[in-house]
């Protein structure tokens, strides 16, 4: 059993989120970005929060919704978007 199976954001949420326009994206406590305006914009734009978390034993979940969802929006605005969405997002290469 993995970690993914016991927590509350995987796959079947990151599609869900997505249907509920409630998309997330995880991104590590320690490095939260100063670039607070420009966040905000990509937030409302693209109706994103950012959640930083402290649990590491945690990472394979959020590592797996995080992925579902970069590729739906990748799917959606194009790979643009990467290049707009924080680099400490966990997922984001």
Not at 12 to 34: G, H, I, P, R, W
Not at 60 to 70: H, V
């Amino acid at each position: 059993m993995s970690l993914a199976e016991n927590c509350n954001s995987n796959k079947k949420t990151a599609y869900s989120d997505f249907k509920n326009k409630k998309l997330k994206l995880y991104v590590s406590e320690e490095n939260k970005n100063d670039k607070k305006l420009e966040i905000q914009n990509i937030k409302k734009e693209y109706s994103l929060e950012y959640i930083y978390f402290k649990e590491i034993k945690l990472f394979d979940c959020y590592l797996e919704y995080n992925n579902q969802i970069l590729k739906i929006l990748t799917l959606k605005y194009g790979r643009e978007i990467l290049n707009r969405i924080d680099k400490d997002v966990i997922g984001l290469e």
